[in-house]
């Protein structure tokens, strides 16, 4: 075979490998919407599920609508020199030439999956009260236009953020180093989270007449710990595979899902000792809510830090979700999931964090393209300068912003105008039976059951007794 026929094909191998490894990754990510609808299930009350869920399907389904048209386009599309804000180019993949980009369909797949997480993680805090109508708008405008701007920011090669930007942005810096999304995707959808349960406010008997917490009974502890080991699970694509490439990537990946692990669960321990040390009994939710938090945490620094330090993001990460769990309800702010705090304080933590505990070695693997020899981008525990962490905290604080000023204005027009919250008579009696016709479907049930009772007791000969079935038997 002559040598650039070789080449050729070694070529188109390696993008073939790069165009599995993002799609099994996409896949897996996708698998996460069902650890959110098992997680969020099994919180809400029983009456509640199917609410839950429908609303599960429809931001899933939304989402990749959404991000087909306008989504991707304003994420990653073309951007120029006078605008680093969002990109505007091949909405509805309408200029799309794959022979001039490959990979474009495996990356758009992956990109889809991790929208439809910032998403989802809304459906959370808005559970047992959110009208339809309102969800419906708000999956919009996240997916359609909040979170690919933070998107374009901080990952396509236009943004003002982002690190493979080619002027680069930063004297000193690389741009912000968010590897997997703990602000862009987390920190996005945690501040929704946060203002959409602000302007719902709490569920009815979420607090006594002198503020006092009151617990409501979750459907199941078992679809809480089967959703959120699911989301653990898909976790390690959501942080392993994100950087899309296999040659030269594996030992960034195999840290990557190190450092998941770690911070996972020391997120978890953390706050359990936290919580049996404030003198509570040990309980399975703020465990699990901890395990999450520490993933959020690490999810932004998970290829550039060592494993201590992603025990100590993990630390610091459940902590942060415990103290602002707390905080929340003291004022009386009822997110049902603990959804804003779980996703966005975190988030901000494991962000900031990569400021100090970045190393040159795992900088110059992680962002081979960009990093060059005598850079110190790395963590100011390493020697480095500090401008690294300047980014960090701005990055952080400017998609904080962002999040929070939009979803703010969107959730209080909807609460205004009477779009947001469901009426106090469909809430008490339940939003299955409200809007899904549970209740008739029970009460059929029920029926059918009372005749099927009635009738044996007539006719006795209608249902064999034990003695006849075990002569049949033998």
């Not at 349960?197 to 617990?215: H, M, Q, S, T, Y």
């Not at 009974?217 to 392993?240: E, P």
């Not at 594996?250 to 998941?260: D, E, F, G, P, R």
């Not at 999810?299 to 103290?323: D, H, N, Q």
């Amino acid at each position: 075979m002559p040598l650039e026929d070789s080449s050729l094909l070694e070529t188109e191998l390696q993008e073939d490998l790069d165009i599995l490894w993002a799609l099994v990754g996409a896949y897996l990510v996708f698998f996460m919407q069902a650890g959110f609808a098992m997680l969020e299930a099994g919180t809400v009350r029983k009456q509640n599920t199917v609410n839950i869920l429908i609303k599960n399907l429809l931001d899933t389904c939304a989402a990749a609508l959404i991000w087909w048209g306008i989504g991707y386009p304003i994420a990653f599309g073309n951007g120029s020199d006078n605008n680093r804000f969002l990109g505007g180019s091949n909405f509805f993949m309408a200029d799309l030439k794959v022979s001039e980009n490959p990979k474009f369909y495996s990356h758009w797949v992956f990109q889809w999956a991790f929208a439809a997480t910032s998403a989802t993680i809304v459906s959370g805090a808005a559970a047992e009260r959110c009208r339809y109508q309102a969800y419906v708008i708000y999956t919009v405008v996240i997916t359609g236009f909040v979170y690919p701007v933070a998107v374009h920011w901080a990952w396509s090669e236009w943004g003002w953020l982002s690190p493979s930007r080619d002027d680069g942005t930063f004297d000193g810096s690389l741009g912000l180093l968010d590897y997997a999304g703990s602000s862009v995707v987390h920190v996005t959808g945690g501040g929704a989270a946060f203002f959409i349960a602000f302007w719902l406010g709490p569920r009815v008997g979420r607090f006594d007449a002198n503020g006092k917490v009151i617990e409501l009974r979750s459907s199941s502890q078992s679809l809480i710990m089967l959703g959120t080991f699911i989301l653990w699970f898909g976790w390690y694509a959501f942080n392993t595979v994100s950087g899309l490439c296999v040659e030269g990537c594996m030992i960034t990946a195999s840290l990557a899902a190190v450092n998941t692990t770690l911070g996972a669960a020391s997120g978890s321990v953390a706050v359990l000792v936290i919580h049996v040390g404030r003198g509570n009994p040990i309980q399975i939710a703020p465990g699990l809510n901890g395990l999450l938090a520490g993933l959020v945490g690490i999810t932004a620094g998970c290829a550039v830090v060592e494993p201590y330090a992603a025990v100590v993001i993990g630390i610091l990460s459940g902590a942060a979700y415990y103290y602002c769990a707390l905080l929340l309800l003291h004022f009386k702010i009822d997110d049902p999931l603990e959804a804003s705090c779980v996703h966005m304080i975190p988030g901000l933590v494991g962000t900031i964090a990569v400021g100090f505990f970045a190393t040159e070695t795992n900088l110059a693997r992680a962002y081979s393209t960009y990093f060059e020899s005598g850079d110190t981008d790395y963590g100011v525990f390493y020697g480095g300068n500090g401008r690294q962490l300047s980014v960090q905290i701005l990055g952080a604080a400017c998609i904080a912003l962002w999040t929070c000023t939009i979803n703010c204005a969107l959730f209080a027009i909807l609460h205004f105008t009477g779009k947001l919250r469901v009426a106090p008579s469909y809430e008490l009696e339940r939003l299955n039976a409200s809007f899904h016709g549970t209740q008739d479907l029970q009460r059929a049930m029920q029926e059918f059951q009372a005749e099927e009772e009635n009738g044996a007791t007539e006719n006795p000969s209608a249902r064999p007794s034990t003695s006849s079935a075990h002569s049949r038997s033998e």
